[in-house]
């Protein structure tokens, strides 16, 4: 439970026990998940704000995913089976191949100005 061993479970609720008195802890504990429900569904619902927000093309969107640890996990971890099939920059003809001026051909690459930005 929350990454706590029964050591510390047993510790929190006899603080809980001193803190509270017996008669009272049973409200307060009731209280307690009623308040964790009403934020639970306080966040179901703005998630499902921000999907319908955001309109179709963001169906697959989960908000888990703007957590650092899952972005770098996502987008620099996992390899993407299409990403080696693409070719490389080098593999490209390069611009000087292609005629200046005139229609290109088809298949032909237009020319690229590094400096034309």
Known sequence: MF?????????LIIIALLVFGPDKLPQAASQAGKT????????????????????????????????????VRKHLLEDDEDDWKKPAAAELEPADTVPVGGELGVGEIPPYDNEAT
């Open 3 to 11: 990454g706590l061993g029964w050591l510390e479970v047993g510790a």
């Open 36 to 71: 964790l429900r009403n934020l639970r569904r306080m966040a179901n619902n703005a998630r499902d704000d921000l999907r319908a927000g955001l309109g179709p093309e963001f169906s697959n969107f989960d908000p888990a995913d703007l957590n650092p640890r899952n972005f």
